[in-house]
Structures are given as C-alpha cells and as structure tokens.
T-cell receptor
C-alpha cells in the first residue's frame, strides 16, 4: 500500500540554522500539507499546497517558512533561522482528490525537529 | 483563531464497552469533520469523516454530527485494548483547505 514518507525521522539543529524537511507524498495525490505538533500539544495546520502553489496557510506559517515541490515527487518544508520554539514533530500529508475539504488525508510518519 | 474543543481525558472504559468521545467547534461555516486516531509517537490516522447532520456508521465506529449545536461525537462499540490511543477531532475552514485539530482525548480500554 502506498505511503507518505518523510526524511529524516529526527533532525537536530542549532538555533539560527536553516533546516529542510522532506516528504514524498503518495504518487497520484494532488493536495499536500504540512502540520506540526509540539510535544503534548495539538496538531497544528501550517500550509496546504495544490497545483504548485500555496492554497492556504495558517498564522504560524510566517516568512520563516517556505514550501517547495522541486520535482515530481518531493515536497519540502524549509525553516529559515530556526528558533527553540520550532522544536516539534512535523507531519506531511497528502490527499488524492481535488476537493480537499472532503478528502482523506494520509499522514507521513513525521520528522522530529529538535532545535538546541 | 478557530477553536476545536475536546475533553482531554483520560477516558477509561472496560473491554467490550462503548466509548463516547465528544468535540465542539467554534466556526459555524465548517463543513467537514474528521476523527483521527493517534497512537503515542505515531502520526494521525483517519477513522471517520462526516459532512451531514446525523449519524454515520463504519464497523464499530459511529460518528454523529449536529451542526446547529456545533457538536460532533464518536462512539466506539465493543471497545478493544487496541483502541487505546488519543482520538483527535478535526474540522475544516470555510475555504476548505485549512484544518483545525482539537487537543485530543486519551482513551484507555482496560482488558
């Protein structure tokens, strides 16, 4: 069964450094998402992406963040100048249909980001 | 900020009992509602989605939606120890492409 994959599983970085989190969505899916979950807290929406552009973003997704689909398979989240409070689990998700609001999102296993 | 509220629990039920999980949401225009299960250290997994008022059943799971009361619930019948997890309620924004999650309810099914 196809799965969303994410690399790395754990990323440790120093405050102020840039990190790139990578995701490979399921191949025929059209919508892509990034979420984060700070330890012990709720899952928070960051951004949705469709047709090579951001569809919607939350207040969390400020200029520090960017997303890109550099090729036909990868979907990346870049965090510039990381802060301690960026430490969280970052989940990528994808969904197959155009109607994102009624579609099943398949989550990847997550990347745990630790900012020291 | 749109809010999705859930009782954090923990909720404990004996094996074979019915577990009832509740969720309220603040955005009246939300149209899509989801229940996810999240095991400790794992990613969310979709259990049920519901879009219309009333009940929707899928195996041992029943989702109930009442848009007038801005309330959605999940019933788990014949609870099994493997159902022990955190259950997340999620709703979508009025544009459809942004999703809000509750903090989750921790469920423990006691053998």
């Amino acid at each position: 069964e196809p799965e969303v994959t994410q690399t790395p599983s754990h990323q440790v970085t120093q405050m102020g450094q840039e990190v790139i989190l990578r995701c490979v969505p399921i191949s025929n899916h059209l919508y892509f998402y990034w979420y984060r979950q700070i330890l012990g807290q709720k899952v928070e929406f960051l951004v949705s992406f469709y047709n090579n552009e951001i569809s919607e973003k939350s207040e969390i997704f400020d200029d520090q963040f960017s997303v890109e689909r550099p090729d036909g398979s990868n979907f990346t989240l870049k965090i510039r100048s990381t802060k301690l409070e960026d430490s969280a689990m970052y989940f990528c998700a994808s969904s197959p249909l155009r109607s994102a609001s009624t579609d099943t999102q398949y989550f990847g296993p997550g990347t745990r980001l630790t900012v020291l | 900020q749109k809010e999705v509220e859930q009782n954090s629990g923990p909720l404990s039920v004996p094996e074979g009992a019915i577990a009832s999980l509740n969720c309220t949401y603040s955005d009246r225009v939300s149209q899509s509602f989801f229940w996810y299960r999240q095991y400790s250290g794992k990613s969310p997994e979709l259990i049920m989605s519901i879009y219309s008022n009333g009940d929707k059943e899928d195996g041992r799971f029943t989702a109930q939606l009442n848009k007038a009361s801005q309330y959605v619930s999940l019933l788990i019948r014949d609870s099994q120890p493997s159902d022990s997890a955190t259950y997340l309620c999620a709703v979508n924004s009025n544009t459809g492409n942004q999703f809000y999650f509750g903090t989750g309810t921790s469920l423990t099914v006691i053998p």
